[in-house]
T-cell receptor, first 112, second 118 residues
Framework: QKEVEQDPGPLSVPEGAIVSLNCTYSNSAFQYFMWYRQYSRKGPELLMYTYSSGNKEDGRFTAQVDKSSKYISLFIRDSQPSDSATYLCAMSSNLNDYKLSFGAGTTVTVRA | NAGVTQTPKFRVLKTGQSMTLLCAQDMNHEYMYWYRQDPGMGLRLIHYSVGEGTTAKGEVPDGYNVSRLKKQNFLLGLESAAPSQTSVYFC?????????????????FGAGSRLTVL
């Protein structure tokens, strides 16, 4: 069983819809949770990061962490065609843990 | 500011051939990594380095070697390529932002190198 599970999709939504992405994990030591966005044929780029449980909002993006359920989510409000990409969750147990554990990524297409 | 640069971007090898992927970063990051990305598998860490002259094995190191002779460069070598090494390879470098509960280890990735082994 993988340490981080992520539904690969693909997910197709109309423009303006809310996109909901999630990951589950098995390692209770994880404390730092990140979402990376990867456009086609490009490298991943950091979108958001959160520490421990709770919510974090940045514009149209909201990240949620529920450590009790070992479940993290990313919500994209008012989705745009430019949000079409693969979204990867990543996590680590401490700030100096250089070895992030990545999910497999969910591919999202936002239809105009 | 180029960030992380990988060369070559594409390469086709025959089984048994050798090659080296080059990674250069201009952000003065201490930490560098090589990942491979395969469909349905996500990013898997091959080798990483926490400083000049140091390297360590990641999740899938077999068949690969690395060197970090200079802080800004991290080389990934395949001594005898196999079809199972057909993949997209990403180099990354990282720094830590914030501290304690506000911190995170932020990776900056290159654009990737697509390798096909026939």
């Amino acid at each position: 069983q993988k340490e981080v599970e992520q539904d690969p999709g693909p997910l197709s939504v109309p423009e303006g819809a809310i996109v909901s992405l999630n990951c589950t994990y098995s390692n209770s030591a994880f404390q730092y949770f990140m979402w990376y966005r990867q456009y086609s044929r490009k490298g991943p780029e950091l979108l958001m990061y959160t520490y421990s449980s709770g919510n974090k909002e940045d514009g149209r993006f909201t990240a949620q962490v529920d450590k009790s359920s070992k479940y993290i989510s990313l919500f994209i409000r008012d989705s745009q065609p430019s949000d079409s990409a693969t979204y990867l969750c990543a996590m680590s147990s401490n700030l100096n843990d250089y070895k992030l554990s990545f999910g497999a990524g969910t591919t999202v297409t936002v239809r105009a | 500011n180029a960030g992380v640069t990988q060369t070559p971007k594409f390469r086709v090898l025959k089984t048994g051939q050798s090659m080296t992927l080059l990674c250069a970063q201009d952000m003065n990051h201490e930490y560098m990594y090589w990942y491979r990305q395969d469909p349905g598998m996500g990013l898997r860490l091959i080798h990483y380095s926490v400083g000049e002259g140091t390297t360590a094995k990641g999740e899938v190191p077999d068949g690969y070697n690395v060197s970090r002779l200079k802080k800004q460069n991290f080389l990934l070598g395949l001594e005898s390529a196999a079809p199972s090494q057909t993949s997209v390879y990403f180099c990354a470098s990282s720094y830590s932002i914030g501290q304690g509960s506000s911190g995170a280890n932020v990776l900056t990735f290159g654009a990737g190198s697509r390798l096909t082994v026939l």
